[in-house]
């Protein structure tokens, strides 16, 4: 532990659907590993009704010294969301199905491991962006993704297969959406398969739309698939499961501080994986080093 990220009073939020997992042995391990190392633990857990106000009743009410979600991604944004420009760090510890946002802050999946960040961590700052004033720590989609996105919340079937089964019934009858895009680097007028704007690297699955983006540059990435033929559509899915998806020549991306995206056929959106309504004119802001969160003390060397 680091004396000087000594974090005493931690309120954990824990969703206890999340990942179809039991929670209540996990809430006392939480409990066990706070006594351990003299830590004041308070739980919440989240009904799926007013769960931010609740939340925020909280930090209102006593004062913490960081919030653990303890969830999926839907948990995990909606906390972030609360921490955004506070002091008080994000802790996570991820029991969903997709988890986006700990793996690329490389928090370990393992819950035993990510327990151990309680108690043993580092304490650093990330960027985060917002559309139209709504906050987004990961990434946010307009297009195929985010169709399938909507389909797949609206559906009863969770995991990775429901939603391989939905991105592959939508996917026969898309067709791309014409937006204009303007940035204070470069602009893009065109149709698009999808348009990711990128706070980070890789969407739950893993499949890496912005390799080489960095969570803490005071940039973020807006990733353009264009138009592509059914037949190069393995080829795309191996690079963006092997890094490499800058090698295609459908896709394009553009690095940027500020954004305006005209979604010109209103298609539809999601931010860090919960669908919205944005309206046509969607402005994104930078918001640099604007969230703490607790990560894994770094190996040395
Ligand atoms: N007690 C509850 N009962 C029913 N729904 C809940 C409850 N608590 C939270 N929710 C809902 O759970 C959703 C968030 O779930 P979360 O993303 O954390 O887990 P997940 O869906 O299993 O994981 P992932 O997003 O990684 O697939 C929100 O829609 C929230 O309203």
Redesign the pocket.
Known sequence: MQEENKLRNLLFVI??????IDKEELEDEIKTVCAEHQLNCTIY?????Q?PEQVKAHLGKDKYDAVF?V????????VGALLIGTSIPLGII???????LSKDLGIPQDTEEALQLIHEHVVRNIDTIDLNGRPSIHLSDLGFNALVVKRF?EGEK??PGAYAWIALQEYINYESKFYRIETDTENFEGEAFMVTIANANAF?SNAAINPSGIMNDGRFEICLIEPFPKAAAPVLLVRMYTDNIDGSIYSRRISCRKATVYNIDREVAHID??PVELGEEIKVTMHPRSLKVILPIPEEG
């Open positions: 969703n206890p659907i999340a990942g179809d857990r989240t009904t799926g009704k769960d979600a969830g999926g991604d839907g948990t995990v944004s909606m991820p029991l969903g199905s997709g988890n986006g919340s969770r995991g739950g994986g919960e």
